[in-house]
């Protein structure tokens, strides 16, 4: 969703179409990287935002159902151009509490 | 940064020794004050690139260096091949190719002046924009592969622009050793209905004043004079040398260790020059180029379209093209004798010396012109290369201001809406789809180009030629 928010509000957008994802990486934070440039790849090539996400993970595996619309410049005002993940500062780890980190940083 | 272990060796040459894994020192181009105001990511990035197999003399930085994703912004490396050297995605940067071109227009301001609202519009109208804007051409896999091996040459063949303008662009508009194939079909598909597009984020078109002239005989050469017109472009590869970056990184970070390479930084991902995966980056790098290149060939035959027609006195012929995000291979002086080196330049900009035989022969007694671009509302500097430059970093300069802030920390601080118009109070015309963009984008956000282009001077990287003011900004 912070990928989604840094564009547009995501409250802004309807979940009107269904993308499909499958992504395989060596890591957890390749895989991240992976998955958020399939994302962007989709967002560029179909012009459209996603508001909504259905992710699975199995070992370094991931599969994810994806719902938006396509871009309407007058409606929307997308301030940027989500170009690439970046392995800066990409992190994947559980933290001591249990809960779970994800960082990583988007080129725009 | 703190400064405290650098070796001053001039006032605006600053040296880290090697220690440790790095295999050469690190040269920072700055005075004192520029040094001091920098990230230390710049240095501790530029002291992770000195670690690479096969780098010569030294990792340089210029006076605009900041932070970037594993090579700093403004960095310069050389690898040679025969020393087991590398080429490295990350040392090339996402926006492959990314560069500056300059047109004369050759007319005078106060020509501008009288039309200026409605040539600001019709550029902003004309001239594909922001997030999501797409060009009228939509590329079929064979012109596709053309346009890839092609780049501005491609472009002229069907009508964009001038042959004339194509000695004007390095390597005469068409990079050679392009390798369409080597790049993937998802970077294919971001490309193909964004030729002819500006882009987001720092990208721009500028109608600009010659504000000030500091050489004479080299303004002259280039054609420029006290208060003509120019308008500069600043883009780059658009969607297809992201994607190509992006896909060669991740290829290059998980061979990394069959190659017995240690990566200080999964960012500075890199394969030997001449590896298998080494040798398809450069070709799909150099496709990039190209691309890069027919982009800006495109805008350039738009903006004349729009001024042919508010303007119709205008004459716009191209100055000249640089890139500032490349590996090109150069013969060098490096490691002591002749050699041909990759040379990575990532944001920062080739400036070959005079009588270099890449420059065009009419501005080759001059030096290669050289654009830094500002920010909107600040000025923007032509510069040359000078025989001292091509000892100091290869015949490399810097390319920009470099950001002072992060976009959001620039959202915090300024409204979009009050950008433009202390702007147009200053007789700058703002144009552009996103009012946060143009915040994320305010003069005040980028650091002072005034003092990174006098130390860019001052250090011989190359001469100070003319000063440029814009008029018209418009911003993707």
Redesign the interface.
């Given at each position: 969703m912070a990928l989604t928010a840094i564009?547009v509000d995501p409250q802004r957008l309807h979940p009107s179409e269904r993308v499909e994802f499958s992504c395989n990486a060596?890591d957890d934070e390749?895989l991240l990287?992976?998955w958020l440039?399939a994302v962007i790849?989709e967002m560029?090539?179909r012009?459209f935002l996603f508001c909504r996400y259905r992710v699975a993970l199995v070992n370094h595996s991931l599969t994810a159902q994806a719902w938006g619309e396509p871009?309407d410049?007058n409606r929307h005002?997308?301030?940027?151009?989500p170009?690439?993940?970046?392995?800066?500062a990409?992190v994947v780890r559980q933290e001591t509490d249990g809960s779970w980190l994800a960082q990583c940083?988007v080129?725009? | 940064m703190d400064i405290s272990d650098f070796e001053q060796l001039t006032p605006f040459e600053w040296r880290i020794p090697a220690t440790g894994a790095m295999r050469v020192p690190v040269v920072i181009f700055a005075d004192e004050a520029l040094l001091r105001a920098m990230d230390d990511k710049v240095r501790e990035q530029a002291a992770n690139v000195a670690t690479l197999p096969g780098i010569m003399d030294a990792c340089y930085a210029m006076p605009d260096a900041h932070w970037g994703?594993?090579f700093p912004i403004g960095g310069v490396a050389a690898f040679d091949p025969e020393e087991g050297g590398v080429v490295s995605a990350g040392g090339v940067g996402?926006?492959i190719s990314c560069g500056v071109r300059c047109l004369h227009t050759g007319v005078q301001t106060e020509a501008v002046k009288a039309i200026q609202e409605r040539l600001a519009n019709r550029l902003y109208h004309r001239i594909p924009a922001?997030?999501?804007s797409?060009g009228e051409l939509r590329l079929l896999p064979q012109a596709m592969e053309a346009m890839l091996a092609g780049g501005a040459r491609w472009a002229v063949g069907l009508g964009y622009g001038e042959v004339a303008d194509l000695e004007r662009i390095e390597e005469g508009g068409q990079m050679q050793g392009a390798e369409p194939a080597r790049v993937s079909l998802?970077a294919k598909?971001?490309q193909q209905d964004e030729m002819g597009t500006l882009?987001?984020?720092n990208h721009y078109l500028e109608v600009q004043r010659v504000a000030e002239i500091y050489d004479e005989g080299i303004a002259r050469v280039f054609g420029l004079t006290q208060d003509e017109v120019v308008v500069s472009i600043h883009c780059g590869s658009r969607?297809l040398g992201?994607?190509i970056?992006?896909e060669f990184?991740?290829e290059m970070?998980?061979s990394a260790a069959t190659h017995q390479i240690v990566l200080p930084?999964?960012?500075l991902?890199c394969a030997p020059i001449e590896s298998e995966v080494g040798r398809h980056y450069l070709g799909a790098m150099r496709a990039a180029i190209n691309c890069a290149l027919a982009n800006r060939q495109i805008l350039t035959h738009l903006v004349r379209e729009v001024f042919a027609d508010v303007l119709p006195e205008a004459r716009l012929s191209l100055l000249y093209d640089v890139s500032h995000n490349t590996c090109r291979v150069e013969k060098h002086q490096a490691g002591g004798r002749g050699r041909t080196v990759y040379v990575h330049r990532k944001g920062a900009t080739r400036a070959f010396g005079p009588g270099h035989p890449d420059i065009p022969a009419a501005l080759r007694d001059a030096g290669q012109p050289v654009f830094i671009g500002g920010s909107m509302g600040t000025s923007s500097y032509v510069l040359a290369g000078t025989e001292r430059g091509m000892s100091l970093a290869y015949g490399s300069a810097c390319h920009g201001a470099g950001r002072a802030m992060s976009?959001h920390e620039a959202t915090r601080r300024w409204r979009g809406r009050d950008v433009v118009a202390d702007l147009a109070a200053q007789g700058i015309l703002i144009r552009s789809?996103?009012l946060?963009?143009v915040a994320?984008e305010a003069p005040g956000a980028y650091k002072d180009v005034g003092a990174v282009v006098d130390a860019a001077d001052q250090a011989g990287l190359a001469r100070k030629v003319a000063k440029l003011v814009p008029l018209i900004c418009v911003k993707g």
């Amino acid at each position: 969703m912070a990928l989604t928010a840094i564009v547009v509000d995501p409250q802004r957008l309807h979940p009107s179409e269904r993308v499909e994802f499958s992504c395989n990486a060596p890591d957890d934070e390749l895989l991240l990287a992976d998955w958020l440039n399939a994302v962007i790849y989709e967002m560029a090539t179909r012009h459209f935002l996603f508001c909504r996400y259905r992710v699975a993970l199995v070992n370094h595996s991931l599969t994810a159902q994806a719902w938006g619309e396509p871009v309407d410049l007058n409606r929307h005002h997308p301030v940027v151009e989500p170009k690439g993940a970046t392995y800066t500062a990409l992190v994947v780890r559980q933290e001591t509490d249990g809960s779970w980190l994800a960082q990583c940083v988007v080129d725009v | 940064m703190d400064i405290s272990d650098f070796e001053q060796l001039t006032p605006f040459e600053w040296r880290i020794p090697a220690t440790g894994a790095m295999r050469v020192p690190v040269v920072i181009f700055a005075d004192e004050a520029l040094l001091r105001a920098m990230d230390d990511k710049v240095r501790e990035q530029a002291a992770n690139v000195a670690t690479l197999p096969g780098i010569m003399d030294a990792c340089y930085a210029m006076p605009d260096a900041h932070w970037g994703y594993g090579f700093p912004i403004g960095g310069v490396a050389a690898f040679d091949p025969e020393e087991g050297g590398v080429v490295s995605a990350g040392g090339v940067g996402f926006d492959i190719s990314c560069g500056v071109r300059c047109l004369h227009t050759g007319v005078q301001t106060e020509a501008v002046k009288a039309i200026q609202e409605r040539l600001a519009n019709r550029l902003y109208h004309r001239i594909p924009a922001g997030v999501g804007s797409t060009g009228e051409l939509r590329l079929l896999p064979q012109a596709m592969e053309a346009m890839l091996a092609g780049g501005a040459r491609w472009a002229v063949g069907l009508g964009y622009g001038e042959v004339a303008d194509l000695e004007r662009i390095e390597e005469g508009g068409q990079m050679q050793g392009a390798e369409p194939a080597r790049v993937s079909l998802h970077a294919k598909q971001r490309q193909q209905d964004e030729m002819g597009t500006l882009g987001s984020g720092n990208h721009y078109l500028e109608v600009q004043r010659v504000a000030e002239i500091y050489d004479e005989g080299i303004a002259r050469v280039f054609g420029l004079t006290q208060d003509e017109v120019v308008v500069s472009i600043h883009c780059g590869s658009r969607g297809l040398g992201h994607q190509i970056g992006t896909e060669f990184l991740r290829e290059m970070a998980v061979s990394a260790a069959t190659h017995q390479i240690v990566l200080p930084d999964r960012e500075l991902a890199c394969a030997p020059i001449e590896s298998e995966v080494g040798r398809h980056y450069l070709g799909a790098m150099r496709a990039a180029i190209n691309c890069a290149l027919a982009n800006r060939q495109i805008l350039t035959h738009l903006v004349r379209e729009v001024f042919a027609d508010v303007l119709p006195e205008a004459r716009l012929s191209l100055l000249y093209d640089v890139s500032h995000n490349t590996c090109r291979v150069e013969k060098h002086q490096a490691g002591g004798r002749g050699r041909t080196v990759y040379v990575h330049r990532k944001g920062a900009t080739r400036a070959f010396g005079p009588g270099h035989p890449d420059i065009p022969a009419a501005l080759r007694d001059a030096g290669q012109p050289v654009f830094i671009g500002g920010s909107m509302g600040t000025s923007s500097y032509v510069l040359a290369g000078t025989e001292r430059g091509m000892s100091l970093a290869y015949g490399s300069a810097c390319h920009g201001a470099g950001r002072a802030m992060s976009r959001h920390e620039a959202t915090r601080r300024w409204r979009g809406r009050d950008v433009v118009a202390d702007l147009a109070a200053q007789g700058i015309l703002i144009r552009s789809p996103s009012l946060r963009g143009v915040a994320e984008e305010a003069p005040g956000a980028y650091k002072d180009v005034g003092a990174v282009v006098d130390a860019a001077d001052q250090a011989g990287l190359a001469r100070k030629v003319a000063k440029l003011v814009p008029l018209i900004c418009v911003k993707g």
